[in-house]
């Protein structure tokens, strides 16, 4: 079973592309530019792994420690002093956290009927 049209597995793919393009418009540095891009690619990659393969439990958690690591990106990195980076690093990591999280119930019930790898029984 695909799907394609689930709000979550969308929501994903559009943050990691959002996070992985602003730099293009945000005042970055070097730090700045690599963790949002790097990360953003990531999210946008479970995104699309989740959609082609909507039982794999482990996307969805992988998805939300991708989004921690958005959130806490800026302090790491040292571009918290950036408003524009650090403020879409930190919205993008909370907002995939989000997504996550809310679609782990389904993932784990897809997982669980399909006989897959659930997280939780």
Do not use: C, K
Request: glycine share 8%; net charge neutral; proline share 3%.
């Amino acid at each position: 079973m695909r799907s394609w049209s689930r709000i979550q597995d969308v929501a994903a793919v559009v943050l990691g592309v959002y996070a992985a393009l602003s730099p293009i418009w945000l005042d970055t540095n070097n730090a700045a530019r690599w963790s949002l891009i790097v990360l953003g690619v990531l999210v946008a990659l479970a995104g699309v792994a989740h959609m082609y393969r909507p039982e794999l439990s482990y996307a969805e958690y992988g998805m939300a420690v991708l989004g921690v690591l958005m959130f806490i990106a800026p302090w790491a990195m040292n571009f918290h002093a950036m408003s524009g980076a650090a403020w879409t690093a930190w919205v993008v990591g909370v907002l995939t956290v989000v997504v996550a999280v809310t679609g782990l119930p389904v993932t784990n019930s897809l997982a669980h009927r399909q006989g897959g790898m659930a997280a939780h029984h």
